[in-house]
């Protein structure tokens, strides 16, 4: 698992992101539209993820496009990740999107570490993770959720599940008084990844 680091590595604001090679390609634009549009400095540690459904499934899954299942990976990549929040007098937020969406949402259900989550477009449909939601109580206080406006018009129909899901996710943090959004924004699942993550962070830290 490797780290890289962007931004400023002395910086109290520490943004914690599992990220794919996709990813790494607008990683550097998404950092400048943070600190940006938030006014704030910040140290961006984004975290390569070797085995994108295995590493950040917190449990197993069958297939639901092409024939590789989803592992339970996430706990050990968790174990990884909460590595690099040991400095207390730092503020913590995890983010990411599609499957490292779900991941961050996931981890604040697992640890407190984390001030806020950023789940840009996360993969709600993963089954069974409303029943989870539902069971447990999250350990943070601010969530950000969004979905491309296209994506619950997907063929498939098990990821066709993912915005009454999110609808769903959304009402339960509500009711359970979490400071709370979900964004629409437009298009499908591979619209600005960049763009939809770096507005979720922004929206999170400035709610802190």
């Known amino acids: 698992m490797e780290i890289l680091e962007f931004g400023n590595p002395q910086s109290d604001i520490v943004l914690i992101q599992p990220v794919d090679d996709h990813d790494l390609e607008g990683i550097e634009n998404e950092y400048v539209k943070i600190v940006r549009n938030s006014g704030k400095s910040i140290c961006l540690k984004a975290v390569k993820i070797d085995d994108w459904n295995s590493d950040l499934s917190p449990w ?119 400071n709370c959004i979900l964004e629409w924004n437009e298009g499908n699942h591979f619209k600005d990844a960049d763009i939809r993550t770096a507005k979720g962070v922004v929206w999170v830290m400035n709610k802190k």
């Open 60 to 178: 197993k899954a069958p297939a639901v496009f092409g024939k590789e299942g989803f592992g339970e990976g996430a706990t050990k990549t968790l174990e990884e990740v909460l590595k690099l929040c040991v400095d207390k007098s730092k503020t913590y937020y995890i983010g990411g999107y599609s499957l490292a969406g779900l991941f961050a949402l996931w981890a604040a259900y697992e640890t407190d570490v984390f001030s806020g989550v950023a789940a840009a477009s996360p993969s709600m449909w993963f089954p069974d993770f409303d029943e989870y939601m539902a069971q447990n109580k999250i350990k943070t206080d601010t969530v950000y959720l969004s979905l491309g406006d296209k994506e619950e018009k997907a063929r498939n129909p098990v990821m066709a599940t993912v915005g009454d899901k999110i609808r769903k996710a959304y009402a339960l943090l509500k009711e359970q008084d979490v």
